[in-house]
């Protein structure tokens, strides 16, 4: 995947988190969990672009990672969402299916960068 597509497809993500959270319940404990997944989800796609920026193979890795930080903390929200019953399974699960989908990819440019940095 080219680093354009990989930005779009990370800007999709946070504006599907962003449908999630505003369809939440007014709960206080559904807001609190859509605080935490919104900043989460808009992150990860701020971050690779920041990434994308790096200074050195190092500052693009460090950047890398937090994106995948931040997604698989969408993945624990989602958890959290569904496991309290708040949204139901069927609803998260293609958006669940995306943060482990960018969780994986991330995990895989960061290996591959840093063994392009050793060599």
Do not use: H
Request: proline share 2%.
């Amino acid at each position: 995947m080219n680093e354009e597509e990989l930005k779009r497809r990370t800007k999709q993500f946070g504006l599907r988190v962003i449908k999630l959270v505003e369809s939440l319940p007014s709960t206080s404990t559904a807001r609190t969990i859509g605080n935490q997944l919104l900043r989460s989800g808009i992150s990860v796609g701020a971050n690779y672009r920041a990434a994308c920026r790096g200074k050195s193979k190092a500052d693009f890795i460090a950047k890398a990672g937090i994106s995948l930080e931040e997604a698989d903390e969408c993945l624990y929200w989602m958890e959290m969402l569904q496991e309290a019953v708040i949204v139901p399974g069927e609803r998260l699960k293609d958006l669940m299916k995306e943060a482990n989908e960018l969780v994986a990819i991330f995990s895989a440019s960061i290996k591959t960068a840093r063994a392009r940095l050793r060599s």
